[in-house]
Each structure stands twice: as C-alpha cells, then as structure tokens.
C-alpha cells in the first residue's frame, strides 16, 4: 500500500508528516531521505512480512518450551531430618542431601522447640550439626525451614530426649595412642556399657581416649574441643553404672581429684524395716548407762545420760532446825523455803544409783534427800507464817545483851 504524505517540520530526531486529511504522524527522520525539508513530499509502501513473522513466532515457541522444561517441571525437596545420635546434654542431627533442582539456596535454618535455634552454613556442604547444652532426660522437637528462589520448604518435625545418667549408649569413644592391652580392655570395657567405638574423629564422637597427645586423631579431636581423657574414665563410668565427670583424667590431670564412688556391684544390701529397727534398738541399748537398783527415787524417769553433757552437782535444800519446846517467839524455828526456790530434782546418771561424784577439790556432793525434823513432839505445819531469818543479836539472850 502506498501513501503520499507531505513533510510539515524536521527536527533532529523526529519529523511530524501530514496526511491528506490534516493528520499528523510523527516519523523517524533517521529514515527520510537526507534531502527532506518542510514542504517536501515522500511516498511510504506499508507491507506484512509474513516469512520474518513466522520465523520469530517459532523462536518464541522454543523460548518458553526450555523455560517450562528448566524451571516449570522440577523443584526443591523438602529437607529430611534424622537423629545420629544422643547424650545426657547433647544431640547430632543429619539431614540428607538437599536437592534445589533450579532454585537457588537463600538460607537453611534449624529450629528447637519452635523457636529458631541457628543458621546453618551451606557454603561447604555441611550436612550435620550438634547442639549442646540440653538438659538431662528432656524431650525437644526439631525441625529445618529451607527458603529458596522457588520459595520455603520445611521438613518433619523430630522428637529426640536426651538420655538419663546411667544411660551410656550414647558415648561415642575414639581410641589414639594406647598400648596394645590398654587397647583390648577399653574395647571391652565399651562393649560392656553399651557405647559406641569409632576409628575416626567425626562430630558425634563424644570422648577421645588416649594416654599421648599426639597424633593427627589427636589434633582433629582438639580442634573439635573433644574431651581428650585416660582410659580408667571408661573404667569409671563401668564402675559408677552412670556417667562421671571428665576433669580428673585429663592426660594432666591429678588422680586425686577423680571423685569414686560406691558402683553398682560396690552397694550395700539394704536391709528390711524390722532389721533396722532391731539395730537403731541395739544401738541404743550400748549408749544406755546402765543404773542399779534400789538407788531410784519413786515417781522419778530414768534417762539415759550422755557422754557430752558434764554431771551438774546438785545442792541440797535447807532443811529446817529442831524446835525448841520454848514457847517464845524469838526461839522459833525458820520455815523451809517456799516451794518454788526449792531445787527441782534432776535425772541425772547421780541419782539412778550410779557414784558419787565430787567437786573438782575432792569433796563429795551429797544426794538431794529431804530430812525429816528429829523433834516429832512439836506438830509442824506449812501453814504457819513464815518468818525472816533473825540475826545472831536478834536471837541472843537477855543476859547476854544486857550491861
């Protein structure tokens, strides 16, 4: 098709071309000729070319046919978490090769208990991780969250707890330098217990036994902060039936500060109720003092007297003077004390008919006996108005007293 169109203005990049009918189109003046100014007149020819339209539809087509075969039929796995193993404070967990397909790694994330515990570096294809610090006999949930260019994938969540004290399957020992008997006893000694032995440092490897740090097992377990121990700390824990403490066998560690115990095999037998009894029964009976008879005051419990507690020397009561048949006032005898300043009577080992015991100068404290008045032919009562002790010149004769 063929259009004459008259040229209004030129400009640098664009020139404005008028129709028959006052329209105006604007035109890359880059493809008019060179000699076009306003006013001048070009022809067009508008044509399809329908050969260069098939050949791009067709290279569209393969586009999006790699496109849908690249990125559209594969995507990434979900991770898939597993347990390698476990101890009283800490777990090693795998996971299987991740598969991206086409996506790209954005991060890899572990979480404890629903909480994000760490990001776990995929730069050199780690594909395990120790956690430490549990606690003993608990349960926790793991789970991996993988976010990719193609979006989240998570994994299942696994349920490990970790063991009790006296569950030794989870020891994981890598034997280095040790002679050739020492080798075969700590291989026994770990069958026996249940743990595991391994001929290579890796990341579930709990213990290092050796007795010469040196070698190369060595500085991989020290890079890998291993505790590095004797073998007698199998032999402790064999011992114990649980597991012990690794600072007193340390290669330079003292002996003296390895803390043993009564093992499994080293308990005493417990005895029956009726059997303890019988000897908390017997036990009493030797610490008793044994008292004489007859040596007992009526009415008074006999306790047994202790090795600590010294004798406490008792002091007899005044006991009141015979009255005089003298009826005078100033002759009269005093009354026993009151009841409440009179000593109360002690059960002590003196008076359950052991000896007597003296005074640090040798002289010999008598029983706390209450006397009974000699002169009978007076009555006496308790009734009778006490009376404040006289003087020796209130209780003085008149002869005596007199000039």
């Not at 009918?21 to 399809?48: A, C, H, N, Q, Y």
């Not at 052991?354 to 000699?374: I, Q, Y």
Request: a negative charge; proline letters at 10%.
């Amino acid at each position: 098709m063929l259009i004459s169109l008259t040229v209004g203005k030129v400009d640098a990049g664009v020139a404005v071309l008028l129709t028959e009918d006052k329209r105006l189109i604007e035109f890359p003046s880059i493809l008019l000729p060179p000699s076009i100014t306003s006013g001048s007149i070009v022809d067009i020819t508008v044509s399809r070319n329908l050969s260069s339209e098939s050949t791009s539809q067709k290279s569209f087509s393969q586009l999006q046919s790699a496109i849908l075969t690249t990125y559209g039929l594969a995507s990434p796995s979900s991770p898939v978490l597993s347990c390698r193993n476990a101890t009283q404070t800490s777990v090693v967990l795998e996971w299987d090769k991740i598969d991206l397909a086409t996506a790209d790694l954005r991060s890899l994330s572990l979480y404890r208990n629903g909480a994000k515990a760490g990001v776990i570096p995929q730069d050199k294809g780690i594909q395990a991780t120790k956690v430490s610090g549990l606690a003993v006999d608990t349960e926790y949930v793991f789970h991996l969250v993988l976010r990719t260019s193609a979006g989240q994938y998570s994994s299942e969540k696994l349920a490990v707890r970790t063991h009790k004290m006296t569950d030794l399957s989870g020891i994981t020992v890598t034997p280095g330098v040790l002679p050739a008997p020492l080798r075969e006893s700590l291989s026994g000694a770990v069958e026996r217990i249940g743990a595991k032995i391994t001929e290579t440092v890796r990341i579930d490897t709990t213990h290092f036994v050796c007795t010469e740090g040196r070698g190369r097992e060595w500085e991989k377990a020290v890079e890998m902060n291993t505790p590095v121990v004797r073998p007698e700390w199998v032999e402790g824990c064999e011992r114990e039936g649980r597991i012990v403490g690794v600072r007193g066998y340390y290669l330079n560690a003292d002996p003296k500060l390895r803390q043993v115990g009564q093992g499994v095999g080293m308990q005493q037998p417990q005895h029956s109720p009726r059997q303890q009894q019988r000897d908390r029964t017997d036990g009493q009976a030797q610490r008793t003092v044994p008292v004489q008879q007859g040596q007992n005051s009526p009415g008074q419990r006999q306790e047994p007297r202790t090795p600590t507690q010294a004798p406490t020397p008792n002091i007899p009561p005044p006991s009141p003077s015979p009255r005089p048949s003298s009826t005078s006032s100033d002759s009269r005898p005093p009354p026993p004390p009151p009841a409440k300043d009179a000593p109360q009577p002690q059960a002590s080992a003196e008076e359950e008919g052991e000896e007597e015991l003296g005074e640090p100068d040798g002289t010999a404290v008598a029983s706390p006996t209450k006397e009974v008045p000699n002169d009978l032919s007076v009555p006496w009562s308790r009734d009778e108005k006490a009376e404040e002790p006289k003087t020796p010149g209130d209780s003085a004769s008149f002869s005596e007293v007199q000039l």
